[in-house]
């Protein structure tokens, strides 16, 4: 039996839009849509906030994305999310299921992961397992290879690129009802072992 077509929508609300950093995990996340045949419409809200209700009635799931800036997600999506608060609670939502991606340099970011899945949560929207990642750039560079050519094996720890796959294998097993989630490599044996 053919699976019916999902329509993903991507909110970004990066400061830096179609052009910033969190644009290159939204092409991350296009690229596994796509294996899920899924269809897709990208909205980089500090380009364009027009047309909301139709664009939040159309998806039957999200992929909201932001930057960090000063510990929280950018102005483009605190306006949005301030203009759909009347939206609250109501079918535009209600049960929908919701990734979230966010990028930073450094530190602050899992702290607006967290704290935009729970107002996205309060909104209505539902939030699958190990649907959200933080992309910085001390683990891109942490990804790079030691002196001797070998990768880090601190990297095993990291969130990286490859893990998009899963935040958007997770996404649309929520948005088909399955529950067949899928989760990334953390490191069970000594996340207390030192670095410094
Ligand atoms: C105004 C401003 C504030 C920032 N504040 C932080 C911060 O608090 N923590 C951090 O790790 N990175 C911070 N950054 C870095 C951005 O989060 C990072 O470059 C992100 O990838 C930007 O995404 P974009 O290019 O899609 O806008 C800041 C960048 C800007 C421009």
């Given at each position: 039996m053919k699976t019916v077509k999902k329509n993903i929508l991507i909110i970004n609300g990066s400061l830096?839009?179609?052009?910033?950093?969190?644009s290159v995990l939204i092409e991350s996340a296009q690229k596994y849509l796509g294996q899920h045949e899924a269809n897709i419409d990208i909205l980089h809200l500090e380009e364009n906030q027009n047309d909301l209700k139709n664009k939040l009635s159309w998806a039957d799931g999200f992929i909201f994305t932001s930057g960090t800036y000063w510990d929280s997600w950018g102005s483009p999506m605190q306006r949005f999310l301030e203009t759909c608060t009347q939206y609250e609670a109501s079918d535009l939502f209600l049960y929908k299921p919701a990734s979230v991606m966010i990028t930073m340099h450094s530190v602050g970011g899992k702290g607006v992961l967290s704290r935009l899945q729970g107002v996205l949560n309060t909104m209505g929207l539902a939030i699958p397992p190990m649907s959200g990642l933080v992309y910085s750039l001390s683990s891109h560079l942490a990804f790079s290879l030691n002196k001797d050519q070998t990768p880090s094996d601190?990297?095993?720890?990291f969130w990286s690129l490859e893990d998009i796959e899963i935040v958007v294998h997770n996404l649309m097993t929520a948005v088909h009802h399955k529950h067949d989630f899928k989760c990334w490599p953390v490191d069970r044996k000594d996340p207390q072992r030192r670095w410094l």
């Amino acid at each position: 039996m053919k699976t019916v077509k999902k329509n993903i929508l991507i909110i970004n609300g990066s400061l830096g839009g179609a052009i910033g950093n969190t644009s290159v995990l939204i092409e991350s996340a296009q690229k596994y849509l796509g294996q899920h045949e899924a269809n897709i419409d990208i909205l980089h809200l500090e380009e364009n906030q027009n047309d909301l209700k139709n664009k939040l009635s159309w998806a039957d799931g999200f992929i909201f994305t932001s930057g960090t800036y000063w510990d929280s997600w950018g102005s483009p999506m605190q306006r949005f999310l301030e203009t759909c608060t009347q939206y609250e609670a109501s079918d535009l939502f209600l049960y929908k299921p919701a990734s979230v991606m966010i990028t930073m340099h450094s530190v602050g970011g899992k702290g607006v992961l967290s704290r935009l899945q729970g107002v996205l949560n309060t909104m209505g929207l539902a939030i699958p397992p190990m649907s959200g990642l933080v992309y910085s750039l001390s683990s891109h560079l942490a990804f790079s290879l030691n002196k001797d050519q070998t990768p880090s094996d601190f990297s095993n720890d990291f969130w990286s690129l490859e893990d998009i796959e899963i935040v958007v294998h997770n996404l649309m097993t929520a948005v088909h009802h399955k529950h067949d989630f899928k989760c990334w490599p953390v490191d069970r044996k000594d996340p207390q072992r030192r670095w410094l």
